[in-house]
């Protein structure tokens, strides 16, 4: 890891590095992933899976099949409590955050969101659901939560991320 401090630190991104968010959203609703491309298609790295509208490597295209795959794992691990879900400042975080909804409700998923959907640190998601698995406050213990947190995390800003955090919390 660098100790070197960027130029950049503290001081106003010059316009050279901006990004045209509204051209990032369009891109992310209207592309559609080539999945005989490799960068194209949905790759879980590290944690989660990352990649920008513009370059197709992260689209609604992705984010709803990515959500299913959830849903569906869901059901067979018997995951029936609530999916926490937390989104961060990047601006493909709520159009991708909207997509997911649409599958979670079509499955039928109570999902938790932070009031007037704010932004939501990623660890406050997993202590969400490791105080609901451990029947902290509204658990029924019944039931095992999981989450999704939408950021591509220290990525830059024409990125979006997506990370399912199952029942243990990480």
Same mark, same amino acid.
């Given at each position: =890891? ?82 926490? =879900? ?22 039928? +998923?109570? +999902? ?59």
């Amino acid at each position: =890891m660098s100790t070197r401090i960027s130029p950049l630190a503290g001081r106003l991104a010059p316009a050279s590095v901006l990004i045209d968010t509204d051209k990032l959203v369009a891109a992310y609703y209207s592309e559609r992933p080539d999945p005989t491309v490799p960068a194209q298609r949905v790759a879980f790295g590290t944690s989660g899976h990352r990649g920008s509208a513009f370059d197709v490597s992260f689209n609604e295209w992705h984010v709803l099949a990515i959500t299913q795959a959830i849903c569906d794992y869901r059901r067979g691990q018997g995951i029936t409590g609530p999916l926490f =879900m937390g989104i961060d400042t990047h601006a493909l975080s709520v159009p991708a955050c909207a997509s997911a909804l649409e599958v979670l409700a079509a499955n039928g +998923v109570d +999902v938790v969101l932070a009031a007037d959907h704010e932004f939501t640190p990623t660890p406050a998601i997993s202590h969400a659901i490791v105080k609901h698995n451990r029947g902290g406050a509204g658990s029924t213990r019944q039931t095992r939560a999981d989450g999704i947190v939408v950021t591509p995390s220290h990525n830059p800003p024409r990125d979006g991320g997506f990370k399912y955090n199952p029942p243990h919390g990480g």
